[in-house]
């Protein structure tokens, strides 16, 4: 079946520590991705995504992701976090021929002032 | 406003009770698509519309769930004979267009405890 998994839960980090969050999927074609952030309190919004080309992707607030196609995997990266990206994390790919985004489990990040 | 609206915020509701749950997508939007988000798990879908047509409900749980969006804009999610395992945070989410380039833009959710 399609799945996506983030393998991490919980992050706990120091601010400007560095920030790396797992994100793999199981399917074979053509995908998009993104990663999604839900703040405190807040909806989800839309960090970053892949359609086609480069496949390093910047988002907004300092945030990238690679896409590694032959491992299946859509990594969120950060160098140096801040307090204010406390939130959780959801990765979602959408698979060709679906209308729908598939979601991961999320991951809850602290980030300790 | 210029996002996705969604009510009640909350809705609480004894077992076997109905419920509604409203969602306005940002205007013009052509397609709106529903998720159920229980407690620790990611958003799972429920449901897809393209403007008026519902193309794909292969998420709805069981046939006590029923969306509608009879004007293209719109949209209704109907739990009949709620029971416990129903209780979810449910969020619909609108997207310009059809194709799987537009990101999907959601509204803060409903959230629904089934007592």
């Known amino acids: 079946a399609q799945s996506v998994s983030q393998h991490n839960h919980h992050v706990i980090l120091s601010e400007a520590a560095s920030l790396e969050l797992g994100c793999n999927y199981s399917?074979?074609?053509?995908?998009?991705l993104f990663w999604y952030v839900q703040y405190p309190g807040q909806h989800l919004q839309l960090l970053l995504k892949y359609f086609s080309g480069d496949p390093l992707v910047k988002g907004i607030k300092g945030f990238e992701a690679e896409f590694i196609k032959s491992k299946f995997s859509f990594n969120l990266r950060k160098p140096s976090v801040q307090w204010s990206d406390t939130a959780e994390y959801f990765c979602a790919v959408w698979m060709d021929s679906s209308y729908k985004l598939i979601f991961g489990s999320g991951t809850r990040l602290l980030v300790r002032p | 406003g210029a996002g996705v609206s969604q009510s009640p915020r909350y809705k609480v509701a004894k077992r076997g009770q109905d419920v509604a749950l409203r969602c306005d997508p940002i205007s013009g939007h052509v397609s709106l698509f529903w998720y159920q988000q229980a407690l620790g798990q990611g958003p799972e879908f429920l449901t897809y519309f393209q403007n008026e047509a519902q193309l794909d409900k292969s998420g709805l749980p069981s046939d006590r769930f029923f969306a509608e969006r009879p004007e293209g804009s719109v949209s209704t999610l109907k739990i009949q004979r709620t029971q416990q395992e129903d209780s979810a945070v449910y969020l619909c989410?609108?997207?310009?267009?059809?194709?799987?380039?537009?990101?999907?833009?959601f509204g803060d959710g409903t959230r629904l405890s089934i007592l």
């Open positions: 989410a609108s997207s310009q267009r059809e194709d799987s380039n537009q990101p999907q833009h």
């Open positions: 399917y074979g074609g053509t995908v998009n």
